[in-house]
């Protein structure tokens, strides 16, 4: 794969510099980008007839269908799941195609630091990894030894197409909504798991104080571990607590957006029911069965 910059070079040695594709816009560019598939599937639309911007515009439109596709109905035998793919699409519709995401920010905001679900999307061509920059870790002063060169990765997306389709997605407020609820949904029955254990894990520490209280014996614990083991899981409950309301945020600010939309759409349908008024001339009525239905009780 070559750098989005080169694409309009290899369409002048293949079409000539003369031709409408080589009078590519900027963004179109940036759209197809440098990928070998890609600049072959413009090539091939070119050559059947299509304009050269009707060709940009069905090469994103399909590598957005292809997205919503599987965010709606997921990919089989994909260690990933529909709700990730989601966090990965808005991850990275944030990010530029140079800069992407930091491979760990990455694998922990979508994944939780499970690598084979990153590797099974990279394998979808949903994602990319690629280097990110080279990081000097500073030597001693008082040492001779060079100092030592860290590799650091980034993800990005699988193409500049999927890039553009990530955007858009992203910008889609119904479909943001319906699968930010889904996402928080998800989030909401983890944290609300941890946050349960924490308190079953608590409640059997203060049954050793309901003994002693009722029946007079006391376990001893000359350390106060019991007592330091149900302040931390007290600040772990409050921890779970926040991350819980949280979630309860996200899903109400879905199910707010999605009501939204719901009633625009329930108003424009009943505005185009509404029969348009005729003009009133001289004794006419707008409605004319208002008419009808007097003269048909003999009040007219």
Not at 20 to 28: D, K
């Amino acid at each position: 794969d070559a750098k989005p910059g080169a694409l309009v070079p290899i369409l002048e040695r293949h079409f000539g510099k003369e031709h409408r594709v080589c009078r590519l816009t900027e963004e179109e560019v940036i759209c197809i980008g440098g990928r070998f598939r890609d600049i072959c599937a413009l090539a091939e639309q070119v050559h059947r007839g299509t304009s050269a911007a009707d060709a940009v515009r069905r090469l994103t439109e399909g590598a957005e269908t292809t997205v919503r596709n599987l965010l709606m109905r997921g990919q089989e035998g994909a260690k990933w799941t529909r709700p990730q793919l989601w966090r990965a699409v808005k991850l990275l519709s944030q990010a530029t195609q140079e800069q992407g995401v930091p491979y760990d920010v990455f694998l922990f905001e979508v994944f939780r630091g499970d690598e084979a679900g990153l590797q099974s999307m990279k394998e979808s061509n949903l994602v990319a990894v690629a280097p990110r920059e080279l990081y000097a870790d500073g030597a001693s002063s008082s040492t001779s030894r060079p100092a030592r060169r860290t590799q650091h990765y980034k993800v990005l997306p699988g193409s500049p197409l999927f890039a553009e389709a990530y955007r858009r997605l992203s910008s889609h407020p119904g479909l943001k909504a319906v699968l930010d609820l889904e996402v928080s949904k998800e989030d909401i029955k983890r944290e609300q798991g941890v946050l349960e254990g924490h308190e079953a894990e608590l409640a059997k520490l203060q049954e050793i104080d309901d003994v002693y209280h009722h029946k007079g014996r006391r376990i001893a614990d000359p350390n106060e571990s019991l007592r330091t083991r149900k302040v931390q899981l007290l600040d772990l409950i409050r921890e779970q607590n926040v991350k819980l309301e949280n979630a309860h945020k996200a899903r109400r600010e879905a199910v707010k957006t999605l009501k939204q939309r719901k009633e625009s759409w329930t108003t424009a349908i009943q505005r185009e029911a509404q029969p348009e008024p005729r003009a009133v001339r001289g004794g006419e009525t707008r409605y004319p069965w208002l008419r009808s239905l007097a003269a048909l009780l003999g009040l007219a």
